[in-house]
Nanobody
Framework: QVQLVESGGGSVQPGGSLRLSCLAS????????MSWARQVPGEELEWVSG???????YYADAVKGRFTISRDNNKNTLFLQMNSVKPEDTAVYYC?????????RGRGTQVNVSS
């Protein structure tokens, strides 16, 4: 079955960096558009970034210029490089299949940004 396993979250100070990973299995990763989304308790899931099959990348305005999405089709892995993080980036980050937040997603990885 479809499995998406996120990792790499943790605590980081404002201005720091984190690299999230998502190991995918149970579907053809290389032919799937993939996305990252995040959620703060009590709020809706927020789309953060996406990457097409051809490698075209898309970003929400809130993270543009700071986050970089990438993929390794040989390793069925999706990445999110988070630089210059801000306290408002604190959330659970999810890896999803597809272009929207409605796709299948993993259990998430927690990111905490605070001094």
């Amino acid at each position: 079955q479809v499995q998406l396993v996120e990792s790499g979250g943790g605590s980081v100070q404002p201005g720091g960096s984190l690299r999230l990973s998502c190991l995918a299995s149970g579907f053809i990763f290389s032919t799937s558009h993939m996305s990252w989304a995040r959620q703060v308790p009590g709020e809706e899931l927020e789309w953060v970034s996406g990457i097409s099959v051809s490698g075209t990348t898309y970003y929400a305005d809130a993270v543009k210029g700071r986050f970089t999405i990438s993929r390794d089709n040989n390793k069925n892995t999706l990445f999110l490089q988070m630089n210059s993080v801000k306290p408002e980036d604190t959330a659970v980050y999810y890896c999803l299949i597809g272009r929207t937040v409605r796709g299948p997603r993993g259990r998430g990885t927690q990111v905490n940004v605070s001094s």
